[in-house]
């Protein structure tokens, strides 16, 4: 569905049909927003002390993670509990409280990398110029 609605906004065929497969195996910038978010309202809520070069290193290396994570529901949270542990220091109550956060907001995650892996495409193929009239679907 995301290619199809993608080639609708102007992108080729090409490039819809190679940006967005390999967007949502990579592309998690819904989930990686979800996890920093509720990480900092934890640490802020259980009163964990926090700075800005901490959270900077957090977030580098969830960008990472996210990267390898399974593009299955609960995946992302599932392959960033051990930064989350190691990084952050959340032991297992924090971590439980972060899978149920996770889970009850993953659709708003889901929307936000979706929507990103069309725009991702409509940059490429901007770039690329490859933007051809016979390539789009009318």
Do not use: R, W
């Not at 290396?61 to 990267?67: E, N, Q, S, W």
């Amino acid at each position: 569905m995301t290619i199809e609605q993608t080639k609708k906004n102007g992108v080729s065929a090409d490039i819809a049909g190679f940006v967005i497969p390999l967007c949502a195996t990579i592309h998690l910038s819904g989930s990686t927003l979800k996890i920093v978010a509720c990480a900092l309202a934890l640490m802020i809520m259980q009163g964990i002390s926090f700075d800005f070069p901490l959270f900077a290193g957090f977030i580098f290396m969830l960008g990472i993670t996210m990267i390898a994570a399974p593009g299955v529901p609960g995946g992302a949270i599932m392959a960033s509990l051990g930064i989350l542990q190691s990084m952050l220091g959340f032991d297992e109550s924090a971590q439980a409280l972060m899978i149920a956060l996770y889970i009850a907001m993953d659709s708003f995650g889901t929307a936000c990398n979706v929507t990103g892996d069309g725009a991702i495409a409509l940059i490429i193929d901007k770039v690329m110029g490859k933007n051809t009239t016979k390539n789009k679907i009318e």
